[in-house]
Protein backbone atom coordinates (compact mmCIF):
# COMPACT_ATOMS: atom_id res chain seq x y z
CA UNK A 1 0.00 0.00 0.00
CA UNK A 2 1.31 3.17 -1.01
CA UNK A 3 0.88 6.40 1.66
CA UNK A 4 0.38 9.73 0.78
CA UNK A 5 3.25 11.45 -1.21
CA UNK A 6 3.81 15.11 -2.21
CA UNK A 7 5.51 17.04 -4.71
CA UNK A 8 8.00 19.34 -4.28
CA UNK A 9 9.88 18.40 -1.20
CA UNK A 10 10.43 21.69 -1.05
CA UNK A 11 10.40 24.90 -3.03
CA UNK A 12 11.52 29.09 -3.22
CA UNK A 13 9.22 31.43 -4.87
CA UNK A 14 9.52 35.20 -5.16
CA UNK A 15 6.54 37.49 -3.64
CA UNK A 16 3.70 37.61 -6.12
CA UNK A 17 4.25 34.44 -7.98
CA UNK A 18 1.94 31.95 -8.46
CA UNK A 19 2.62 27.92 -7.13
CA UNK A 20 1.22 25.06 -7.63
CA UNK A 21 1.74 21.96 -5.01
CA UNK A 22 0.89 17.94 -5.70
CA UNK A 23 -0.47 15.21 -3.69
CA UNK A 24 -0.86 11.82 -4.45
CA UNK A 25 -3.51 10.23 -1.99
CA UNK A 26 -2.94 6.81 -0.61
CA UNK A 27 -4.49 4.34 -2.67
CA UNK A 28 -7.95 3.61 -2.02
CA UNK A 29 -8.74 7.56 -0.52
CA UNK A 30 -11.33 9.13 -2.16
CA UNK A 31 -10.80 12.76 0.20
CA UNK A 32 -8.19 14.87 -0.12
CA UNK A 33 -7.73 17.66 2.90
CA UNK A 34 -5.11 20.54 2.53
CA UNK A 35 -3.18 21.79 5.47
CA UNK A 36 -0.97 24.67 6.12
CA UNK A 37 0.98 25.13 9.10
CA UNK A 38 3.51 28.34 10.08
CA UNK A 39 6.55 27.92 12.22
CA UNK A 40 5.51 27.08 15.29
CA UNK A 41 2.07 26.20 14.74
CA UNK A 42 -0.47 23.75 14.77
CA UNK A 43 -1.62 22.61 10.87
CA UNK A 44 -4.78 24.89 9.54
CA UNK A 45 -7.26 23.85 7.24
CA UNK A 46 -7.08 25.33 3.85
CA UNK A 47 -9.85 22.89 2.16
CA UNK A 48 -10.84 19.62 1.39
CA UNK A 49 -11.73 17.04 -2.07
CA UNK A 50 -14.44 14.41 -1.99
CA UNK A 51 -14.64 12.86 -5.37
CA UNK A 52 -12.95 16.13 -7.25
CA UNK A 53 -15.86 18.17 -5.67
CA UNK A 54 -14.43 20.66 -3.07
CA UNK A 55 -16.73 20.58 -0.02
CA UNK A 56 -15.23 22.52 2.92
CA UNK A 57 -12.81 25.29 3.11
CA UNK A 58 -10.86 27.01 5.70
CA UNK A 59 -10.38 30.85 6.20
CA UNK A 60 -7.78 31.21 3.46
CA UNK A 61 -8.40 34.25 0.49
CA UNK A 62 -9.81 32.93 -2.80
CA UNK A 63 -5.57 33.26 -4.31
CA UNK A 64 -5.65 29.46 -2.49
CA UNK A 65 -6.68 27.20 -5.10
CA UNK A 66 -7.20 23.93 -5.84
CA UNK A 67 -8.35 20.67 -7.56
CA UNK A 68 -8.78 17.02 -7.25
CA UNK A 69 -8.44 14.49 -10.37
CA UNK A 70 -10.40 11.20 -11.35
CA UNK A 71 -7.33 9.36 -9.69
CA UNK A 72 -7.72 11.63 -6.69
CA UNK A 73 -4.80 12.50 -7.03
CA UNK A 74 -4.80 16.92 -5.80
CA UNK A 75 -3.63 20.42 -6.52
CA UNK A 76 -2.61 23.21 -4.38
CA UNK A 77 -2.61 26.28 -6.43
CA UNK A 78 -1.77 29.55 -4.50
CA UNK A 79 -1.79 32.97 -6.51
CA UNK A 80 -0.21 36.17 -6.13
CA UNK A 81 2.12 34.99 -3.29
CA UNK A 82 2.69 37.08 0.21
CA UNK A 83 5.72 36.34 2.47
CA UNK A 84 3.32 34.91 5.31
CA UNK A 85 2.34 32.04 3.10
CA UNK A 86 5.86 30.69 4.10
CA UNK A 87 4.84 27.37 5.79
CA UNK A 88 4.60 23.48 5.34
CA UNK A 89 1.73 22.21 3.27
CA UNK A 90 0.34 18.97 4.29
CA UNK A 91 -1.81 17.09 2.16
CA UNK A 92 -3.53 14.39 3.92
CA UNK A 93 -6.30 11.70 2.43
CA UNK A 94 -8.68 8.82 3.46
CA UNK A 95 -11.27 6.87 2.47
CA UNK A 96 -15.08 8.70 2.22
CA UNK A 97 -16.11 11.42 4.54
CA UNK A 98 -16.19 10.93 8.08
CA UNK A 99 -18.76 9.75 9.48
CA UNK A 100 -19.96 8.52 5.76
CA UNK A 101 -18.36 5.49 4.07
CA UNK A 102 -15.39 6.17 5.59
CA UNK A 103 -12.74 6.84 8.27
CA UNK A 104 -12.59 9.99 10.16
CA UNK A 105 -8.25 9.14 10.40
CA UNK A 106 -6.61 11.17 8.23
CA UNK A 107 -2.96 10.20 6.45
CA UNK A 108 -0.54 12.48 6.32
CA UNK A 109 1.88 13.69 3.79
CA UNK A 110 5.56 14.52 4.06
CA UNK A 111 4.40 17.89 3.45
CA UNK A 112 6.20 20.51 1.09
CA UNK A 113 8.28 23.21 2.68
CA UNK A 114 7.16 27.20 0.40
CA UNK A 115 9.56 29.64 1.53
CA UNK A 116 8.11 32.83 -0.74
CA UNK A 117 11.24 35.64 -0.95
CA UNK B 1 -15.81 29.50 16.41
CA UNK B 2 -14.25 25.98 17.73
CA UNK B 3 -10.86 26.46 19.36
CA UNK B 4 -7.90 23.79 20.91
CA UNK B 5 -6.19 25.09 23.23
CA UNK B 6 -3.10 23.47 24.11
CA UNK B 7 -1.30 25.58 26.81
CA UNK B 8 2.39 23.74 26.94
CA UNK B 9 4.60 24.39 24.49
CA UNK B 10 7.20 22.33 25.50
CA UNK B 11 7.31 19.42 28.38
CA UNK B 12 10.44 17.73 29.34
CA UNK B 13 10.79 14.58 31.74
CA UNK B 14 12.80 12.16 32.64
CA UNK B 15 12.78 8.47 31.43
CA UNK B 16 9.66 6.55 33.87
CA UNK B 17 8.16 9.61 35.08
CA UNK B 18 4.50 10.26 34.40
CA UNK B 19 3.54 12.63 31.70
CA UNK B 20 0.74 14.39 30.74
CA UNK B 21 -0.28 17.07 27.91
CA UNK B 22 -3.13 19.08 28.40
CA UNK B 23 -5.95 19.88 25.70
CA UNK B 24 -8.82 21.95 26.14
CA UNK B 25 -11.42 23.13 23.65
CA UNK B 26 -13.92 24.81 23.02
CA UNK B 27 -17.30 24.01 21.38
CA UNK B 28 -21.11 22.89 22.54
CA UNK B 29 -21.70 19.96 20.66
CA UNK B 30 -20.08 16.48 20.79
CA UNK B 31 -16.88 16.43 19.21
CA UNK B 32 -14.90 13.72 17.80
CA UNK B 33 -11.03 14.29 19.42
CA UNK B 34 -7.63 13.31 18.29
CA UNK B 35 -4.41 13.11 19.35
CA UNK B 36 -1.80 13.02 16.46
CA UNK B 37 2.25 12.49 16.70
CA UNK B 38 4.92 13.28 14.85
CA UNK B 39 8.50 11.49 15.17
CA UNK B 40 11.52 13.28 14.01
CA UNK B 41 11.98 13.31 10.55
CA UNK B 42 8.98 11.78 10.12
CA UNK B 43 5.18 12.71 9.00
CA UNK B 44 2.09 13.47 10.98
CA UNK B 45 0.54 10.33 12.34
CA UNK B 46 -2.69 9.62 14.77
CA UNK B 47 -1.84 8.33 17.82
CA UNK B 48 -5.51 7.82 19.48
CA UNK B 49 -8.82 8.86 18.84
CA UNK B 50 -11.25 9.24 21.78
CA UNK B 51 -14.59 6.98 20.50
CA UNK B 52 -11.71 3.81 20.13
CA UNK B 53 -11.32 4.12 23.95
CA UNK B 54 -7.72 2.10 23.53
CA UNK B 55 -4.11 2.55 25.34
CA UNK B 56 -1.82 3.04 22.08
CA UNK B 57 1.77 2.66 23.30
CA UNK B 58 0.84 2.82 26.67
CA UNK B 59 -0.47 6.25 25.90
CA UNK B 60 -4.42 7.19 27.43
CA UNK B 61 -6.65 9.92 26.86
CA UNK B 62 -10.26 10.88 28.78
CA UNK B 63 -13.10 13.13 27.46
CA UNK B 64 -14.26 14.83 29.72
CA UNK B 65 -16.84 17.06 28.14
CA UNK B 66 -17.48 18.77 31.46
CA UNK B 67 -14.27 20.22 31.59
CA UNK B 68 -13.76 20.08 27.77
CA UNK B 69 -10.72 18.18 28.22
CA UNK B 70 -8.61 15.16 26.44
CA UNK B 71 -5.28 15.13 28.30
CA UNK B 72 -2.60 12.70 27.07
CA UNK B 73 -1.07 10.40 29.87
CA UNK B 74 1.53 7.98 30.34
CA UNK B 75 2.59 6.65 33.72
CA UNK B 76 6.21 5.93 32.64
CA UNK B 77 7.86 7.73 30.17
CA UNK B 78 10.41 6.47 27.62
CA UNK B 79 13.07 8.16 25.41
CA UNK B 80 11.11 7.58 22.06
CA UNK B 81 8.04 9.06 23.35
CA UNK B 82 10.10 12.40 22.34
CA UNK B 83 8.03 14.36 19.90
CA UNK B 84 5.74 16.81 18.75
CA UNK B 85 1.76 16.03 20.21
CA UNK B 86 -0.78 18.01 18.97
CA UNK B 87 -4.54 17.57 20.05
CA UNK B 88 -7.18 17.72 17.16
CA UNK B 89 -11.08 17.82 16.92
CA UNK B 90 -14.03 17.44 14.17
CA UNK B 91 -16.75 19.27 14.28
CA UNK B 92 -18.52 18.54 11.06
CA UNK B 93 -19.83 16.07 8.71
CA UNK B 94 -16.72 17.10 6.21
CA UNK B 95 -14.00 15.60 8.88
CA UNK B 96 -11.94 18.69 8.86
CA UNK B 97 -9.78 18.68 11.53
CA UNK B 98 -8.83 21.61 14.18
CA UNK B 99 -5.15 21.06 15.65
CA UNK B 100 -3.95 23.25 18.20
CA UNK B 101 -0.35 24.72 18.64
CA UNK B 102 1.16 21.41 19.93
CA UNK B 103 3.34 20.36 22.23
CA UNK B 104 6.83 18.87 22.09
CA UNK B 105 7.63 16.21 24.46
CA UNK B 106 11.27 15.66 25.68
CA UNK B 107 12.27 12.63 27.63
CA UNK B 108 15.69 12.80 29.14
CA UNK B 109 17.55 9.69 30.59
Known amino acids: ETGVTQSPTHLIKTRGQQVTLRCSSQ?????VSWYQQALGQGPQFIFQ???????GRGNFPPRFSGLQFPNYSSELNVNALELDDSALYLC????????????????FGPGTRLTVT | AQRVTQPEKLLSVFKGAPVELKCNYS??????LFWYVQYSRQRLQLLLR??SRESIKGFTADLNKGETSFHLKKPFAQEEDSAMYYC???????????FGAGTQVVVTP
Open chain 2, 27 to 32: YSGSPE
Open chain 1, 49 to 55: YYREEEN
Open chain 2, 88 to 98: ALITDSWGKLQ
Open chain 2, 50 to 51: HI
Open chain 1, 27 to 31: SGHNT
Open chain 1, 92 to 107: ASRPGLAGKDGSSEQY
